[in-house]
């Protein structure tokens, strides 16, 4: 198959193909047995065109894949998979140090990014590739650079001439830049001996060490097919299912770090093992090869087929005992599988807020780094059954007031709403059909509903024809969506009771407290409180916002629909130099005085310094942050919507802060204050 890939020409599209094959099988000197032919194949595929996709639609590539192998006769392993194929161990082991996610998807990602002959542009909004990438290669003097910068080629340059990696960040959509062609269809030349490569207008020696890495913030960026053909697109944006598998390693580091350690301390030990095999391999080939006459008489030959009989038996006892212990690890790892889940779900929730207001942004970082404070706070308890709950609570009220201090009052019982029925939908507690029917009425509720279910559409004509029973207090609006309603299989029936029961429902509907209400039997004990809601919204949609208070407090506790009063001195505990806080403001706000009492209270006030940013600002305000780094100040930064061109640079600045260099005690303060409208 390789010597095909030579001898065949090729067109653009199945190029990556091949070069990723010949990629997989450079590592193998001898020839290999036809199923690891077969699993290479997969893995070149895998390789080639998978990077972009989301792990479902690589399982589903993987499928087809392994289904032709079936078709066609060839033989292969029951799990062709890149990891199962192409991973070392020790090698993934050293990118989690690094920072690599430990998700599935994530390390495809870093397999693929190593087998691959081009270089690699990262989907990566939450910046997790970004931050691996910079602590993976900081050792090798790694040089960051944005497309903006004036100097980026230069940058470049340097890289490419002293074997310097280098990462650009913050792409765009569209095209890249032309002057980079050359460097991403690594078209180098012989010039006097050696291999250079021309870049803009300068031809400059290309070091064998370099690595060149992009990333882009952008979700779902659209790049040209001959953009897509020149780099390795690889798609780092977090999955429901990756982030769950990430939270899992988490919180039994966390909860189990004896577990955390034996499982780290098993790969070492497992790669030792098979290296000293592979070197007694090597040792027993290279005497038989020496070996003239009669292979009995060579005294060393068949000491050392001895010594490898004694190896191989130990070694295949310890390695069976750490499948073993190994088992017993990952066994162990999924009773804290529940909690994994509800932080991997509450972690979306709160990723929709987007939604309603583009400020209501939160980072994957902030988000761990909560979770493992809850952990580290939340009550212990006898069993993990019961730990788990404790966490599971602790975690979402400690979600719930850090994200209600950013959120303006109106959006907080929505908020509230949000992780209830998250939670509820992952339990199976909420139908679709009902939820649709909640938000857009009885036309989403038929949208979402089959066209094709005959015993629906006829129930339907025959209730759209029943008058309304109380028109003198009942809209035809509301009778309408009641009669919607009762197409829903656990509302059947509900018009003709209401209709039945009239004149309870007419105190329903004249009643101030219509939400606390009872529905009438059987209804009041076949619907949930969910359930109830629905029928709120036909007969009372003033009360909804009420009812859904009373939902929300008999769900999650009325803690949730209380939101807790602002308290600087909790928001400064918990902010860092490199999580700065910000205040968005509305006419009238000034929280300056408040900023005042706390380094006063904290005996700050005289190493408390501001910055109005406007025009000409910039400069001074860079200047004194680094001061502040220097002598552990606090900085205010007032007015910053008056310089948006400058907050890029201090982006970078807050991202280059390490706060093992900051003076201690650490007490950089960033406070962002923004006087501005929240649009801004």
Known sequence: ???????????????????????????QAEPL?????????????????????????????????TSKLVEVGLPHSQQATLIKTLADPVQVRAWTIAGLPSDTVSVENAIIMSKARRWPVMIDPQGQANRWVKSMERDAGLDVVKTSDKDSLRTLENGIRFGRPVL????????????????????????????????????????????????????????????????????????????????????????????????????????KMKAELAALESRILGLLSASSGNILDDEELINTLAQAKITSNEVSARVAQAEATEREIDDT?????????????????????????????????????LFVKAIEEASKAATVADRGKLLNNHFTFSLYTNVCRSLFERHKLFFSFLLTTKIMQHAGAIDAKEWRFLLAGPSGAASSSSSGDKGNASSAVGQSQAANPAPGWLTDQSWSELLGVSDLPAFAGLAQHIASHIEHYKDIFDSNQAHSMPLAQPFESRLTVFQKLLVLRCLRPDKVLAGVQDFVSSQLGSSFIEPPPFDLTA???????????????????????????????LKFSRKFEQVSLGQGQGPKAEKLLEVAMERGL???????????????????????????????????????????????
């Open 333 to 369: 790892r999924e009773q804290y599988r529940p909690v994994a889940c509800r932080a991997s779900l509450l972690f979306f929730a709160i990723s929709e807020l987007a939604a309603v207001d583009p400020m209501y942004q939160y980072s994957l970082g902030w988000f761990i780094n």
């Open 168 to 271: 650009l960040e913050d792409l765009g959509d569209g095209a890249l830049d032309a002057a980079l062609d050359p460097l991403l269809l690594r078209s180098t030349f012989k010039q006097g001996g050696s291999e250079v490569i021309k870049l803009g207008d300068n031809i400059i020696p290309y070091h064998q060490d370099f690595k060149f890495y992009m990333t882009t913030k952008l979700r779902n960026p659209h790049y040209p097919p001959e953009v897509s053909v020149k780099v390795l697109l690889l798609n780092f944006f977090v999955t429901p299912e990756g982030l769950e598998d990430q939270l899992l390693g988490t919180v039994v580091t966390q909860e189990r770090p004896d577990l955390a350690n034996l499982k780290s301390a098993l790969v070492v030990s497992n790669a």
């Open 571 to 601: 928001c400064f505990k918990e902010s860092t130099p490199t999580a700065p806080l910000v205040f968005v403001l509305s006419p009238g706000a000034d929280p300056m005085a408040d900023l005042l009492q706390l380094a006063e209270t």
């Open 1 to 27: 198959m390789a010597g095909c890939c030579c001898c065949v020409p090729v067109s653009c599209c199945c190029q990556p193909f091949c070069d990723a094959l010949t990629v997989c099988c450079d590592f």
């Open 634 to 680: 606090w900085v205010c930064l007032q007015n910053c919507h008056l310089a948006i061109s400058w907050m890029p640079t201090l982006e970078r600045i807050v991202e280059n802060i390490q706060p093992d260099k900051v003076c201690r005690p650490i007490s950089v303060g960033l406070f962002l204050y923004l006087r501005s409208l929240h649009s801004h």
């Open 33 to 65: 047995p036809v199923p690891i032919y077969a699993c290479l194949t997969c893995c070149s595929g895998a390789i080639a065109y998978s990077g972009p996709f989301v792990p479902s639609y690589r399982t589903a590539l993987l499928a087809d894949w």
